[in-house]
């Protein structure tokens, strides 16, 4: 009789349904609820904006039940839409934002 080896201990890639079902699983796992911001973070979000002069953002905000950290520059902020756009392209709506930080 032969050891079985590794499969052995593989019992729940067996099936391709099931791996798919698992992966679905961790990404619901993952999902959170937006968090809220205080009315001070949310002040010193705005001066941030209000006071921006080129330098290095680290940029915080929440997109797809996730909360996602960038550090980029500013290339617009544009208030009649309310969302910013990044040298790299990326725009990130205003009320998305939960963080933000100066480098």
């Known amino acids: 009789m032969s050891e079985r080896g590794m499969k052995k201990w593989a019992p729940y890639k067996s099936l391709n ?3 798919n079902y698992l992966k679905k ?3 619901k796992n993952q999902k959170i609820n937006k968090p809220k911001i205080s009315s001070d973070e949310a002040e010193i979000i705005n001066n941030i904006l209000v006071n921006y002069h080129g330098q290095e953002l680290t940029i915080t905000y929440w997109r797809d039940e996730k909360v996602n ?3 980029a520059i500013i290339s617009k902020i544009d ?3 309310k969302k910013i756009v990044l040298v790299n392209r990326k725009t ?4 998305e ?3 933000l930080t100066e480098n």
């Open 17 to 19: 349904e099931q791996d």
């Open 97 to 99: 934002i939960i963080g």
């Open 92 to 95: 990130i709506l205003m009320n």
């Open 25 to 27: 699983l961790h990404e």
């Open 79 to 81: 208030p009649i839409n």
């Open 69 to 71: 950290t960038v550090v």
